[in-house]
């Protein structure tokens, strides 16, 4: 693992609400819409895919996705100031690899060994996630086909 290409964040964020509570409609249609999009969208480009959906206040998507982030469903990716919906709730420290090219992500659970490295280093593993950027296997691909 290289530093490099990674960036080390750690988030101010309350703890996940682990409470088996029901989604509130506004909450639930972002959470949809992220998941639909398995990309990091941007607030703003979330709410205009929503306004269709009945949402068409910028406050009404950030309460949304305020609520989503404490519940462990969305995560914030810092460096491109964007919401990534996550395939379940985070039980632990998350590194995304964000392909550089098209955006798209893929969300890793880091093992043992990785919460050790995250320790180690000075890290609370459970407020920690890295963000990764590299090309992924269809850009690359293309890199090859077009060179």
Known sequence: MTL???RLRTTDWPAPDREERPLPQNARIV???LRETRQPIK????LERLHDR???APMTVYRALDRLIRAGLVRKIESLNAFVALPQAAEGPVAFIICRHCERIKTVTLDPSGCA???AAGVDADEAYIEAFSNCYDCNKEECLSA
């Open 4 to 6: 490099n290409r990674a």
């Open 31 to 33: 959470l949809n819409a």
């Open 43 to 46: 607030a703003y480009s979330l």
């Open 54 to 56: 009945g949402i068409k």
């Open 117 to 119: 490295w995250l320790e």
